[in-house]
């Protein structure tokens, strides 16, 4: 099967599972809900179509191994991605890696490669946290990351068993959308990632005294959304890149003054010790703008996770292979998370960006070029290849 072939195969796999949704008329695919499920049986499919052994480990992680070493020491290669979604998501966010990781081990496969590793891909059950407000839960499971904070929260139990034993993983690599503008302006298809950005979430509560919207003066009002609205405004001339995405305003109507409001705020930065002094300014704003309104503020930090680096060693070859299909090959940062943060604490991973129109993403426009596609594909089987070459 040609380069070509597997590149407008994937694309129009990227379209069939498109359709596999929760819901009728948008693609909204989360963790162990009927439409993962029927994702895991069409991809672990198109697994065994290509030779794989195909299994689902207790984090419900979609697993299809080619044992190619022929040596029960070797290690394992993982290639892969997460076949999760947000609401309303697109279709590459996700299942492009994991095709292109399918279309590569193909096309190793089909020319015969010898390899000194075993190489499973992995289609990851839940990167997007969707179902559990926690990112990398199906990553997280696999490399034995989860804190017991997340695993508090969720209901299978044994999640715990997909953990996979130190030292067996040789490393890890994975193919994703750029979620940025970057690659699309430079009219380049790829690119290598430098780091994943460190996040902090903070769930903001505004306290204040709910009452009629008539007879109520203006002036002495506790007025809790007003409250959240002047601190929201200072979010945004925070100078880092901080968004609040999600609010709650309590009784909610339209004829009572808000008592309590509940708000999400998420900050990123590459920069880990400005990133924490920047949510701690936000605090004491906060702070500030809840003292001069006479309303009470809680701030309940419920994820702070620092910058991942990916493999500076692993990325070079990667890199490397890239370099053999465009000239060019930029080093980006990753402002959004991936499950090769999750990876990273313990293998080498590294990540390839593919670029995708207008930077879009997290949005049923999500669109990527065949061409690119192609040279994705191309340039993760070389990749294998040279790292194979290395470890002999
Ligand atoms: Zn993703």
Known sequence: MGLQHLSRELMRRCDELGRVSDEPDRLTRTFRSPAMARANAL??????????????????????????AGNPRAK???????????????????PLGVLTALAAVTALREAGAQLPFDIEVVGFSDEEGVRYQSTYLGSGAL??????????????????????????????????????????????ALGVVSGISGQTRVRVEFIGRAGHAGTTPMKGRRDALCAAAEFILAVEKIGVTATVGQIDARPGAGNVIPGH?????????????????????????????????NVVLRWTVVQDTGRVACDPKLTRLLHDAASG???????????????AAALAAVCPAAMLFVRCKGGVSHHPDESVK???????ITALRDFVLRLAHESF
Request: glycine share 8%; net charge neutral.
């Open 143 to 188: 490399a034995g990351t989860l804190t017991k904070r997340a695993l508090a929260r969720i209901e299978e139990k044994d999640i715990e068993r997909a953990r996979r034993k130190r030292g067996e993983l040789l490393a890890y690599a994975e193919v994703h959308i750029e979620q940025g503008p970057v690659l699309e302006s430079r009219n380049l």
């Open 325 to 339: 299909h465009q000239a060019e090959v930029p080093s980006l940062p990753s402002g959004a998370g991936h499950d």
């Open 261 to 293: 409001v509940t708000h999400s705020l998420d900050v990123r930065d590459f920069d880990d010790a400005k990133r924490r002094a920047v949510v701690e300014k936000l605090r004491r704003q906060a702070e500030a703008v809840a003292a001069r309104r």
């Open 370 to 376: 065949t061409g690119d596609v192609a040279k994705a």
């Open 43 to 68: 991809v672990g499919g198109w697994m065994r179509d290509a030779g794989l052994e195909v299994r689902e480990d207790a984090a419900f992680n979609l697993l299809g191994r080619w044992p190619c």
């Open 76 to 94: 394992t290669l993982l290639l892969g991605s997460h076949l999760d979604t947000v609401r309303d998501a697109g279709k590459y966010d996700g």
